[in-house]
């Protein structure tokens, strides 16, 4: 799970076992991210977190949540399709971090280790951008 300002800066991370669910994971992350950013207004997050813990917790922190309804919701929370699209920013850094193969395959077996290899790889990603900046 991460929580990014743009496809190239990560703000938050963590990882969960492969047959294990975000969902839990977004509380901390939340808090995490309001840890550094100060504030956050709008949470975007895929219908995996559609909960209603997922969903007042983000109330009780002062966070939006904008989150798309799973089809088999019998009360529906309201959802705005237009800034759901700010959701691709996170999924191309994902595709940006899959191009480290190290990362892409998990060859490391510990969590710590894995998520060392992570922060490397973001670390590249970010030092691209700088670059691509400094070009212009």
């Known amino acids: 799970m991460v ?5 190239d800066t990560p703000i938050a991370f963590d990882v969960v076992p492969g047959q ?11 808090h995490q991210t ?10 975007v ?7 209603d ?11 939006v949540p904008n989150i798309p309804n799973r089809k088999n919701r019998i009360d529906p929370w309201p959802h705005d ?34 998520m060392g290899m992570i922060r490397v790889a973001f670390s590249f990603i970010r030092l691209r951008r700088l670059q691509r900046d400094q070009q212009r």
């Open 45 to 51: 997050g895929d219908k995996g977190f559609d909960g």
């Open 53 to 63: 813990t997922q969903r007042v917790a983000c109330l009780d922190s002062g966070t």
């Open 34 to 43: 309001i840890k550094r950013l100060g504030t956050v207004d709008v949470l």
């Open 3 to 7: 929580t990014a300002v743009d496809e």
């Open 81 to 114: 399709p237009e800034g759901y699209k700010d959701r691709n920013r996170v999924e191309r850094l994902f595709g940006k971090l899959k191009q480290f193969r190290r990362v892409a395959t998990r060859y490391e077996k510990l969590k710590a280790t894995f």
């Open 20 to 30: 294990d669910n975000d969902a839990p994971l977004l509380e901390p992350m939340l």
